[in-house]
């Protein structure tokens, strides 16, 4: 069955600092990948995503990731965090087939040091 | 504003007690879901709609039923509640089926 693993549960990093968030999934073909942010209490934002096409994809609020067929993983980064950045983020897959079924990893939780 | 607005967005019950939470999005989205976060699981579909009267299950349908008798609006009945169905549930839409999805804000419930 397809699975989507974000290893870290938990990240605490210092503002400034720089950021990276692993995502591997398992899967036959390459899914559709998306990256979410789910600030305290709130629902979820979507920070970007990756269809096809150039593997370095540009998303808001500074993230970017890049996707790693070699590898099966869709890991997202920021150079240089900000304290609103504290959040829990989580990578899912599309597996394109009927139905839109987003599969979550189990989230990981960004904590910002002062 | 286009949104997807979820209510209520707390509810505490107790086990057996019927309840509805709605759901509605003003975006003209063909696709809506469905799903529950619990601590450690991220989030898991539990039924998803690819347009009118059109439903089917997720991955964790037991104990759940949804309706959609018009686009807008997709209801999440739980006949039975148990302690077990204690979460926090989101609805989401997307224009269509391989499009992003966007997210309300959450219900959470508590089955006592």
């Known amino acids: 069955a397809q699975s989507v693993t974000q290893p870290d549960i938990h990240i605490t990093v210092s503002e400034g600092a720089s950021l990276e968030l692993r995502c591997n999934y398992s899967y036959g073909a390459t899914p559709y990948l998306f990256w979410y942010v789910q600030s305290p209490g709130q629902g979820l934002q979507l920070l970007l995503k990756y269809f096809s096409g150039d593997t370095l994809v540009q998303g808001i609020k500074g993230f970017e990731a890049e996707f790693k067929r070699s590898q099966s993983s869709f890991n997202l980064r920021k150079p240089s965090v900000h304290w609103s950045d504290a959040a829990e983020y989580f990578c899912?897959?599309?597996?394109?087939?009927?139905?839109?079924?987003?599969?979550f990893g189990g989230g990981t939780r960004v904590l910002v040091k002062p | 504003e286009a949104q997807v607005t979820q209510n209520p967005r707390y509810l505490i019950t107790v086990t057996g007690k019927k309840l509805t939470v709605t759901c509605s999005q003003n975006m003209n989205h063909e696709y809506m879901s469905w799903y529950r976060q619990d601590p450690g699981l991220g989030l898991r579909q539990i039924y998803y709609?690819?347009?009118?009267?059109?439903?089917d299950k997720g991955d964790v349908p037991e104990g759940y039923k949804v309706s959609r008798k018009e686009k807008r609006n997709f209801p999440l009945i739980l006949e039975s509640p148990s302690p077990n169905q204690t979460s926090l549930y989101f609805c989401?839409?997307?224009?269509?089926?391989?499009?992003?999805?966007?997210f309300g804000p959450g219900t959470r419930l508590t089955v006592t």
């Open positions: 899912a897959v599309d597996l394109k087939a009927a139905g839109n079924k987003l599969t």
């Open positions: 709609s690819m347009n009118v009267e059109v439903t």
């Open positions: 989401a839409s997307s224009l269509k089926v391989t499009y992003e999805q966007y």
